[in-house]
């Protein structure tokens, strides 16, 4: 695996399973565009580190992707800065869980944006840079709740559904371009996203939070375990390596046995 002279964006990139697929790629040599909604001396300090630990080139770009004149300027921006495009990887995500009679609709309305329509409007800008290259890797990050269903998350499971849906739809628009579009869908993973369905677990075991991850693995995750971030970064690295360039249109559990149930 070789990614020195592309170079990649990944959105939602400067904690969790998104800076982890950075990290990846950047071992793989890839120039690093990195995104998020931190500060910007935060986001450059960061690129910083990274650029050292990995010898590449990695540039800070913030945007706020529930808006949707920046989520569509965003790969443009990129591609002034860092000199083109190849590896586009939708990741940036949030979740609301709450009944469906009781979801607020600012909520479902946030969550469509960010974790859908977004992905949608980066890879409406990506394609024809990656045509115009002559090689593409697109990479959504979506769930298993792309793949399944689970109670009191109906717009994060329908906007995970929808990403899954999009994916195919580009891998079959670009499937002679020498573009692949997978997705990958993570089980429960060590993130700050999760934390709040911890720490409602962890409440009826009074507070014991090693309790609620037990509480929440025992529910769905076979394996037991929460899933390491790196081990998703390698999978996305994987997938945008030329041994992956015959899986397109996919949408790949990583979610230690979740949905062979
Ligand atoms: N953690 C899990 O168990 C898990 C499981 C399956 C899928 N996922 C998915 O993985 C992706 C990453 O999640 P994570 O667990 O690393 O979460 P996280 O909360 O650690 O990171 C989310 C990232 O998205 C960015 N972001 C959020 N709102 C944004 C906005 N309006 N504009 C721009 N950026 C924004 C944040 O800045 C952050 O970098 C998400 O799409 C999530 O749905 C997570």
Redesign the pocket.
Known sequence: MNLKGKTALV????????LAIAQALARQGADIAL????TVQEGEEQAARLSQDWQVRVHFVP????NAAEASALVGQVTAQLGGLDILVN?????HTAPVESFPLEKWDAIQA??LRAPFLLTQAAVPELRRRGWGRIVN?????GLVGSVHKAA?VAA?HGLVGLTKVVALETATDRITVNAIC????E????EPQIQERAASHGGDRDAGVRDLLAAKQPNLTLLP?ALIGEVVAFLCSEAASGITGASLPVDGGWTAQ
Not at 91 to 95: D, R, V
Not at 141 to 145: G, I, K, L, M, T
Not at 186 to 189: M, S
């Open positions: 959105t939602g990139s400067t904690q969790g399973i998104g995104h998020g909604l931190c945007a706020d992707l529930s990741n940036a995500g949030i979740q960010i974790n990050v979506a769930s298993v709740h994060y995970k993570p089980g429960w993973t993130t700050p996203l999760i971030t």
